[in-house]
């Protein structure tokens, strides 16, 4: 059994968490909430996610009213750790908007980067053999 503590949690992984009743997603957010998991956050990612948290469409089909979106959100924000990034390793990523992502998981000595965008993360210019890049499901099945 892997033992992780320090996980980036993109902000896909959170808003697919907020879109379905259940699934993998759910289950890390949950372990995060339980703090089973330390997330790691910054002032970028932080930013991505009020951004992502104010696209009403994106949540059209969520269980979940808005008022327990934002209480889920202020709960998640609760337990991450805020990480400075004092040095910036692009240009890195294809996607220049995922480099804050990579950046943050260097920073924060994080084990693992939770994402559905694997194949973004996986031509790095530049490459963190200790950090891993994992789905939901494949960081719930080696805990």
């Not at 503590?5 to 993109?10: G, H, K, P, Q, R």
């Not at 330390?38 to 996610?49: I, N, Q, R, T």
């Not at 939901?136 to 099945?141: A, E, I, T």
Request: contains cysteine; proline residues 3%; hydrophobic residues 45%.
């Amino acid at each position: 059994m892997l033992a992780m503590n320090e996980l980036v949690i993109d902000t896909n992984v959170f808003v697919s968490e907020l879109r379905s009743a259940d699934g993998a997603s759910r289950a890390v957010i949950r372990r995060c909430l339980l703090r089973q998991y330390v997330p790691c956050m910054s002032l970028a990612m932080f930013a991505e996610y009020r951004d992502v948290m104010g696209r009403e469409q994106l949540f059209a089909d969520s269980p979940l009213m808005a008022s327990e979106r934002q209480e889920l959100f202020y709960a998640f924000i609760s337990v991450c750790r805020l990480t400075e990034i004092y040095y910036l390793w692009r240009p890195n990523l294809r996607d220049e908007a995922d480099n804050h992502v990579l950046e943050l998981a260097v920073a924060a000595g994080a084990q693992a980067i939770i994402t559905y965008n694997r194949t973004d993360f996986a031509s790095t210019q530049l490459h963190f053999p200790k950090l891993r890049i994992l789905a939901p499901s494949d960081l719930l099945k080696e805990i």
